[in-house]
């Protein structure tokens, strides 16, 4: 967790002189980050399963009689199959933070922001290692250049609401706590 907050404080000076978004764009962001978290979610879960039942056919086509070149179409059927499991691993780990993110980011704790973070931190890395996993030079250039580009703006809004999700309590989120303060 201390990694966590030492990384977090640093990506936060890379986003701290950027133009912000006006304070009640920020606001309606941080009030509803939670459904728009949980449609992506699933939308990640869905894709998930779609890329499971597509590599379950790239291994039936390995075990195919009527492939012509046995040698070349294993060769590149495996390493599609290695690659296809690599990201769907990324797929799934980003898939169950968000979904565990929700209901601390309803309730505007900072363990969901530490969540939404986490998620996106798996999202760089899944970048980077699908981008190698390519073993092409043109490949690997689009995926880190696409890639950055996706990670840059996510990280953006991540950062923009970073200030709305405050630690009162381990249990309790910032709503409850105003509701038994007034």
């Given at each position: 967790m201390e990694f966590l907050t030492k990384l977090e404080k640093k990506t936060l000076e890379w986003f701290k002189n950027v133009p912000h978004l006006p304070a009640a764009g920020q606001k309606w962001l941080g009030d509803n980050i939670w459904w728009i978290i949980l449609v992506v979610a699933i939308l990640t879960g869905i894709g998930a399963l779609v890329s499971l039942a597509g590599l379950g056919a790239l291994?039936?086509?390995?075990?195919?009689?009527?492939?012509a070149s046995?040698?070349?179409?294993?060769?590149?059927?495996?390493?599609?199959?290695?690659?296809?499991?690599?990201?769907?691993?990324?797929?799934?780990?980003?898939?169950?933070?968000?979904?565990?993110?929700?209901?601390?980011?309803?309730?505007?704790?900072k363990k969901g922001w530490v969540l939404l973070f986490a998620a996106w931190l798996v999202v760089a890395i899944g970048v980077v290692v699908n981008?190698?996993?390519?073993?092409?030079?043109?490949?690997?250039?689009?995926?880190?250049?696409?890639?950055?580009?996706?990670?840059?703006?996510?990280?953006?809004f991540l950062y923009e609401i970073h200030g709305q999700f405050a630690h009162v309590e381990r249990s309790r989120g910032v709503k409850k706590a105003a509701k038994e303060a007034k």
């Open positions: 291994i039936s086509v390995a075990g195919s009689a009527t492939v046995y040698y070349v179409t294993s060769t590149v059927t495996a390493w599609a199959v290695v690659t296809g499991f690599v990201s769907l691993f990324f797929s799934i780990v980003e898939a169950i933070l968000l979904a565990v993110a929700v209901q601390p980011l309803k309730e505007k704790q981008s190698v996993l390519s073993l092409n030079v043109f490949g690997f250039i689009l995926g880190i250049i696409f890639g950055a580009v996706w990670v840059a703006v996510t990280g953006y």
